[in-house]
């Protein structure tokens, strides 16, 4: 059964302090792994769709890695509007495109 | 111009209530989705549309029965509604040609009272 652990589940960081979000997936064949941004009170909005092992994408203060066991979220001198849940979600080879999503990394940026 | 819309927003009723959440989207994708999001915030899929054909059902409960009238809509009608129904519910469209990207819309908070 695919799965997908997001560690850790919470963490608070001070503006300017740079740390990486973690993602570790089993999957039977990966179609691609996907990084959402949770705010509360609102859907998960896309950031990055990563599809093979040494894949990098960037969005302004992030950076999203794979390789073939997980993926990491890295955030560079974030800022207070960067607080929100991060999900991580997996999506398999084969004819479904469903995502199974991990339970996700509150991060709280504080001024 | 919200890509993926859906009403309400809130919802609150008493248990062995029916009612539908609708959803709707703009993205001319030809694949549409319901996700619920409980308490724990854990966001798990529940049913799959692809130009309105049934091609995911979680094991979900036949109290809740989507219906997809036409590509652009998906609607979630649960009957007998119960405690544990209570979450919130996610409607979300992808295609192909966009790469599979899924986009969800902003989410229905049911309530069972």
């Known amino acids: 059964e695919d799965q997908v652990t997001q560690s850790p589940e919470a963490l608070r960081l001070q503006e300017g302090e740079s740390s990486s979000l973690n993602c570790s997936y089993t999957?039977?064949?990966?179609?691609?792994l996907f990084w959402y941004r949770q705010d509360p009170g609102k859907g998960p909005e896309f950031l990055f769709t990563l599809y093979s092992a040494g894949e990098e994408k960037e969005k302004e203060r992030l950076k999203a890695t794979l390789t073939k066991k997980e993926s990491f979220l890295h955030i560079t001198a974030p800022k207070p509007e960067d607080s929100a849940t991060y999900l991580c979600?997996?999506?398999?080879?084969?004819?479904?495109?469903?995502?199974?999503f991990g339970k996700g990394t509150k991060l709280t940026v504080n001024p | 111009d919200t890509a993926v819309s859906q009403t309400p927003k809130y919802l609150v009723t008493q248990m062995g209530n029916d009612k539908s959440i609708k959803c709707e989207q703009n993205l001319g994708h030809d694949t549409m989705y319901w996700y619920k999001q409980d308490s724990k915030k854990f966001l798990k899929i529940m049913f799959s549309?692809?130009?309105?054909?049934?091609?995911i059902n979680e094991t979900v409960p036949n109290r809740f029965s989507p219906k997809s009238p036409d590509k652009a809509h998906l609607n979630l009608h649960i009957n007998s509604l119960e405690l544990g129904d209570s979450a919130v519910y996610f409607c979300a469209s992808s295609s192909r040609r966009s790469g599979n990207t899924i986009y969800f819309g902003e989410g229905s908070w049911l309530t069972v009272v």
């Open positions: 999957v039977s064949g990966l179609r691609g």
């Open positions: 979600a997996v999506q398999a080879q084969g004819g479904s495109e469903k995502l199974v």
């Open positions: 549309y692809n130009n309105k054909e049934l091609i």
